[in-house]
């Protein structure tokens, strides 16, 4: 489903689920906000986690280029809490504004940056860890094998499975179309 451009979704919707527009973009909303349950907790815990280091005592003896990545992981938890928050507190401000397809299009895309900066903050976490057990190779190793978890299954994983599932909506139409 194209989060601005719905059409295909609300005619499968009304014929599959019998809902109405209003009906859908509630449920659109419920998951959304189900989702955003699931990962505020850990990237809660996880900025909170960073924001102690800097007061333990081995923190002074990290190399320049290792607080360099601690402080953009930082910034990248720091902007993916905020991220994944926010759609709580843009609903609080059109409450009752009748704003539920502007709540789910910006609440949707909210929680997909906050996802993606916190794919990036996990990474600089692994970095930094590594570099402290291991030394700088195997951090950016690790990094490198960590960034490529985050970015095959949270962003080419479930593009291809949204392609291959409106490549099988174009074949069915198609058929559909012929007989």
């Known amino acids: ?58 923190f002074d003896k990290l190399a320049p280029a290792i607080r360099i990545v601690f402080l953009l992981t930082v910034g990248c938890s720091v902007l993916s809490t905020v991220l994944l928050i926010a759609p709580v507190g843009l609903h609080r401000i059109v409450f009752r504004q009748r704003q539920t397809r502007l709540l789910v299009s910006v609440g949707h895309r909210m929680a997909y940056g906050g996802m993606l900066l916190l794919g990036l903050a996990l990474t600089g976490v692994v970095v930094v860890v590594v570099d402290a057990v291991e030394g700088p190779t195997a951090a950016v190793l690790c990094g490198a094998g960590a960034l490529a978890v985050f970015a095959a299954f949270w962003v080419v994983l479930p593009l291809a499975l949204r392609q291959r599932s409106a490549d099988q909506s174009i074949a069915t139409r198609s058929r559909t179309d012929i007989s």
């Open 1 to 58: 489903m194209d989060v601005d451009h719905p059409e295909t979704d609300q005619r499968w919707n009304a014929a599959a689920r019998q809902e109405t527009e209003t009906q859908r973009l509630d449920r659109n909303w419920r998951d959304l906000l189900q989702e955003l349950r699931v990962v505020q907790t850990g990237v809660q815990l996880l900025t909170g986690f960073l924001l102690t280091l800097p007061f333990q005592q081995r």
